[in-house]
């Protein structure tokens, strides 16, 4: 990997994800889709931030734009972290398959490919909660954008989950394999139906 | 606008995001959202085309990859497109409320603003259905990029429609807000459930 993928142009950043490059794939996908979510949060923050109707809410909105712009970054820096660990992971698979080595190195690369999908559902949870917190405490001018960003942290964090979960699949080691998957399949049920009911929530104050 | 957002490396593009500039917005993400899945779209059929296994669907794989390679052209295009519609419905909200040319100016505004998230619903229902495709005809090893690319396309269409629907709202002429309407509500009622047939089927080929 030459350099950070967020220094990449969107147009040549797409462009790269659409080739049969290696990375990015759907975890670097997922994880701009977590950020742009999360960018969205903290857009939200700033058209209500000042605004009389909404003085009540002062400090729980600073507290949550300061969330926002970290899980912005964190997200955005998964891109990369995604990339690095899924390197190994192309290169194990291309060892033959009778090599000795192979199933150890394996193991290895799958658990650290893991890794970053991982925590990227970990913040995608966490965008969703913030989204909630914003469709009531957000002002009525950005309630689409409270929608818009609920919708892109649901599917990152289904998305982020997909890449857990392929290599997961694969691990011999099934007792941490299942420790991941767990873990997954706990933030997806709590956070799926939240971000259902948030959207629903701002689908009924647009009206 | 100075240039074009697709110019802009991702981080400053999410940093814009996040501020109170009045683009990018929901908008902008949405379409880089749908632009994203339709970039994994390519990729599934790029790591699929040339393998045994899949020489039956060759044909179809190709017809595919150049939707998918439009697709992602034509959605990252409506980043641009939609700031371009947004900024005079911005302008047109701060013209005082008793001024005689508002209603005018506003029902212009918003009817144009709706043109690019109507145009984004539609890619991205595009989008969803070619993936449902590509879970049936795209390699085994990118079958979390297939979930991937859903989950992002239906995200994406539910959120374009968001931005169709609170403009459609304020719009004066209800006859043309009640048309706009009804086209998302057809398009959302067909591809967000085969967006969800499509990711069971991801999930249940992972195993």
């Known amino acids: 990997m030459e350099s950070s993928f967020c220094k990449f142009p969107l147009t040549e950043l797409t462009e790269l994800l659409a080739s049969k490059a290696p990375v990015p794939g759907g975890g670097g996908a997922a994880a701009l889709a977590g950020s742009l979510a999360a960018a969205l ?49 192309s290169r194990a698979y291309s060892i033959p398959k009778d090599a000795p080595e192979r199933a150890e190195i394996m193991e ?26 914003l469709a009531e405490k957000g002002s009525a001018i950005a309630v689409s954008d409270v ?11 289904l998305s982020a989950g997909l890449n857990v979960r392929v290599n997961a699949k694969s691990m011999a080691d ?26 629903a929530k701002v689908l009924a104050r647009i009206g």
Chains 1, 2 share one sequence.
Do not use: H
């Open 41 to 89: 949060g903290s857009m939200v923050c700033e058209l209500t931030l000042g605004k009389k109707k909404y003085a009540q809410y002062e400090e729980d909105l600073r507290e949550l734009l300061s969330r926002a712009a970290a899980l912005r970054t964190e997200l955005l820096a998964l891109i990369d972290a995604d990339a690095k660990a899924f390197e190994p992971l």
């Open 108 to 133: 290895k690369a799958l658990k650290a490919a893991c890794e970053p999908p991982m925590e990227m559902a970990r913040r995608c949870a966490e965008t969703v909660e913030l989204m909630s917190e």
């Open 147 to 157: 929608g818009v960003g609920t919708q892109l942290a649901r599917a990152a964090l």
């Open 174 to 199: 099934r007792d941490y394999a299942g420790a991941l998957v767990r873990e997954l399949d706990k933030l997806e049920l709590s956070c799926v139906p939240l971000a259902e009911v948030t959207y």
